[in-house]
Structure formats: structure tokens, C-alpha cells
């Protein structure tokens, strides 16, 4: 129990990290906490298949990724084509960017960074701990609540950043408040369908590719968007 409960606090040093108090080491604050959490999985005697990372269930995953990367990628380009969800796509976040920054959002920042963190803490290691004790049920319970939380501190900024967000909540701390409440149980159950990804393919591959595909993917489009527009 208490294996999980350091892994925790890791997650909560790390999201302060992240967030407030040296947002400039992103990248390195990610990699170096997911190695401490897989060194925490190890010593309390979980395997590398049981954190979705053995061999046996890589190729089966590579495959379900490829279906799942292609699929996000045809859902992004509808809705970038149609006009009433294309206002989803203007982000500041997105549009600020000059292409050196984009290109290190899209091939580093999100894939080393925002994903490689969050699937070897929630899909990965929280999965696994309380998997063992518990069940399944509850692991993806635990882990997607704990999903949801994590992301209280980003989507503070939602309303300013995105346009459809802003429309929807308004830019009041009502507003605000509400946005973030969204966020979290949005990304809540993500974060269900993300582990159930891991439980029926037994591998870490298809959330990492579903993850990785929704978030680059969706810089990439928002930031030609706003260049196409404007």
C-alpha cells in the first residue's frame, strides 16, 4: 500500500512541478518521473507485463494503435471541414506557436513529455498497483479519477485559451469553475476508455497512441487552422 501511495506523491510533485513552479523543465521533469514511478512498480514486484510493457502483447498493440492513430486522425479532418465544430480548433495554445515550437510540441513535448508521464503513471503503474489488490474495476476507477484530478491545474486557462470553451463558459470565474469541472470529468472518462484500452489489449500501446495522436494531431490541425484563417 504504501509502494502506491509514494507513487502518488511522485504524480503530485510532478504536476506541481509542471505547473507552477518550473513549467520550463516540462520535458525532463516528465522522463524523470516516469523512470522513478516504473523503478516504484519493479520494486513492489510488478512486471513488465503487468505494466502493459512485456513483450507478449506489443505486436497485438501496434496494431490497435495504427487503427486507433488513423481513426483520430479522420475524426480531427471532419471536423476541421465542417463548420460548426471548426471553431473547436481556435487555440491560442495552438496558434501562438512559431513552427520550431510546434514541431517541438508535436515531436517531443506531447509524446516524451504529457504522455509518456501520464500513461506510465495512470495506465501504467496506478493501473497495475491497484489492479493486484483490488480488481480491475476498481483500478480503472482509481486511475480515472486520479486522471481527471490531474488536470485541474491546465484547464485553469481553458476559457481564455480555446474559443468554443470561452463561447460555451464565458471567461468569468463562474466560468472558469465550470470549464475546469468539465475538463476534469471529461478527462475522467478518457481516462476510462484509455485504461480499458490497456485492460483488452494488455499493453500500454494503444492508450500511448490514442493519447499521442489526439493531442499532436490536434496541435498540428489548430495551428494550420489559425494560419489558413487568418
Known sequence: MWMLLL?????AAANALNNLLAPGWYVPVCVVASGLLALIARRSGLTWDDLGLGRAAARRGLRWGLVLAGAVLVVYLVGLALPFTR???QDERAAGLSPGELVYRVLVRVPLGTVLLEEI???GVLWAMVRRRWGPVRATVVSSVLFGLWHVQPSRGL?????AAQAVFGTGQVGV???VTAAVAGTALAGVLLCELRRRSGSLIPPVALHCALNSAGYALAWTASRWWA
Do not use: D, K
Open 7 to 11: 507513487a502518488v506523491v511522485v504524480l
Open 87 to 89: 471553431e473547436t480548433f
Open 121 to 123: 503513471a495512470f495506465r
Open 159 to 163: 476559457t481564455r485559451a480555446n474559443a
Open 177 to 179: 469553475a465550470l470549464s
